[in-house]
Nanobody
Framework: QVQLVESGGGLVQAGGSLRLSCATSGDTFSIYGWFRRTPGKEQEREFVAAITTTDIYYADSSKGRFTISTDNGKTTVFLQMNSLKPEDTAVYYC???????????????????WGQGTQVTISS
């Protein structure tokens, strides 16, 4: 049974940092992604970052502030978030898929497996 379990969310002040983790089990994945659902946009999850064995991708809003990485066993994926802003407030989800297509890394529909989400709140 595939499981993705996020942790590390919380409440921090603007300018602070958080590190999200996503522990995966039950299968081997070719790509991991982080998405977020922001207040007022509950119908969609916005792409944040993605990582494969060869490529790393960031949304424009993440570049320079967020870093995605995996552990050596590639079963846990991390999202280091620095210089956080109030607009980063969201529920953050990790996602995974067995296959990788470069054209779809930022598409919510591409990923078959999702975690339950972890709340990140940034106060101004």
């Amino acid at each position: 049974q595939v499981q993705l379990v996020e942790s590390g969310g919380g409440l921090v002040q603007a300018g602070g940092s958080l590190r999200l983790s996503c522990a995966t089990s039950g299968d081997t994945f070719s790509i991991y992604g982080w998405f977020r659902r922001t207040p007022g946009k509950e119908q969609e999850r916005e792409f944040v970052a993605a990582i494969t064995t060869t490529d790393i991708y960031y949304a424009d809003s993440s570049k320079g502030r967020f870093t995605i990485s995996t552990d050596n066993g590639k079963t846990t994926v991390f999202l280091q978030m620095n210089s956080l802003k109030p607009e980063d407030t969201a529920v953050y989800y990790c996602a995974a898929d067995r296959s990788y297509t470069a054209a779809f890394y930022d598409r919510e529909a591409f990923y078959d497996y999702w975690g339950q989400g972890t709340q990140v709140t940034i106060s101004s």
